[in-house]
C-alpha cells in the first residue's frame, strides 16, 4: 500500500475516519475493523466524553507509518 498523504489533512491534527482513510489509503471498513481487533495504537485514538465520533491523532499515525517503513528496510 503506499503512503501519499493529502494535501487538505496536512494542517489538522485530528482526522475523522474518513480524513484517516483519505489520508492513508485504507478503506473506512478496514480502519473500524483494525480499531475494534485493537491493531491500531490505543494513544492514536481521541474520543471526547458524550460524543459518539472518533478522531485519531495524526501525528502518531504518522509515527507509526515511519517506524513501519525503518522495520521493512531492515
Known amino acids: 500500500m503506499k503512503y501519499t498523504p ?10 475523522t475516519v474518513k480524513e484517516l482513510s483519505e489520508y492513508i489509503g ?3 471498513a ?8 485493537g491493531l491500531l495504537p ?4 481521541v474520543k471526547f ?5 472518533l478522531l ?6 504518522d509515527r507509526v507509518i515511519e517506524e513501519c517503513k ?3 528496510q531492515a
Open 6 to 15: 493529502q494535501t487538505n489533512t496536512n494542517s489538522k491534527r485530528l482526522l
Open 26 to 28: 485504507m478503506p473506512v
Open 30 to 37: 478496514t480502519i473500524y475493523t483494525k480499531k475494534c481487533r
Open 42 to 45: 490505543k494513544d492514536s485514538i
Open 49 to 53: 466524553k458524550g460524543s459518539s465520533t
Open 56 to 61: 485519531f491523532d495524526k501525528n502518531i499515525i
Open 70 to 72: 525503518l522495520f521493512k
